[in-house]
């Protein structure tokens, strides 16, 4: 069974631009969350997509944005990126349900805001 | 507040002796906890995670951890430690009905020969 794969592996964006990372879970796995890890602030909740809605949200501003299609694919967006936007996105995909389900982490899209 | 704590930022030990990782959570519900490992340009990988039951838990590459309620710790061990341990260790809080994790900051494992 494949496992979670993340695209692209590493990007290089300018302050102000927007950007699209994405993410395909496990198959069969319809919860797909979203993670920022940044040596300030370490691993930080972005949001959960569970059957393509938005299922939790951290504690971001509105610029960080996600969505998850109906083959469970999830994209998150952010737009007029700042320097501090720099970080390791890791998305998580688990088979979802009414309860916890073990999560399988990706390898992570390294973003760089220059 | 839900939180997790580990309050070792960086840990050397010898190939061969035995390590402890140090986990602390607050967590207002019945906690779901978890120790990831991440090697340098990785992912997360699990390494084992405890639920209920049996508060000694196993987990993958001779790692295990043991669960005390009464001290809001979740520690983890391994009795002798591989220089291919070298890497970043994550203790994580989650429950209820949603996938999301509190990590801790991580602390970073190194092994001398």
């Known amino acids: 069974k494949a496992g979670v794969t993340q695209t692209p592996r590493y990007l290089i964006k300018t302050r102000g631009q927007q950007v699209t990372l994405s993410c395909s879970p496990i198959?069969?796995?319809?919860?797909v969350s979203w993670y920022q890890q940044t040596p300030g602030q370490g691993l930080q909740f972005l949001f959960e997509?569970?059957?393509?809605?938005?299922?939790n949200k951290g504690n971001f501003p509105g610029r960080f944005s996600g969505r998850q299609f109906s083959n469970s694919r999830s994209e998150m967006n952010v737009s007029t990126l700042e320097l501090g936007d720099s970080a390791l996105y890791l998305c998580a995909s688990s088979s979802g349900g009414s309860s916890y389900n073990e999560q399988f982490f990706g390898p992570g899209t390294r973003l760089t805001v220059l | 507040a839900q939180s997790v704590t580990q309050p070792d930022i960086h840990i050397t030990v010898s190939e061969g002796a035995s390590l402890e990782l140090r986990c602390n959570y607050s967590y207002g519900a019945t906690p779901y906890l978890f120790w990831y490992v991440q090697s340098p340009g990785q992912g997360l990988q699990l390494l084992l995670k405890y639920f209920s039951g049996d508060t000694l838990v196993q987990g993958i590459k001779g790692f295990e951890a043991e669960f005390k309620r009464s001290q809001s710790s979740f520690n983890l061990r391994k009795p002798s430690v591989h220089w291919s341990d070298a890497a970043e260790y994550f203790c994580a809080v989650g429950g209820g009905a949603t996938n999301k994790l509190i990590f801790g900051t991580g602390t970073l494992l190194a092994v001398q020969p």
């Open positions: 997509y569970f059957s393509e809605t938005q299922r």
């Open positions: 198959s069969g796995h319809r919860s």
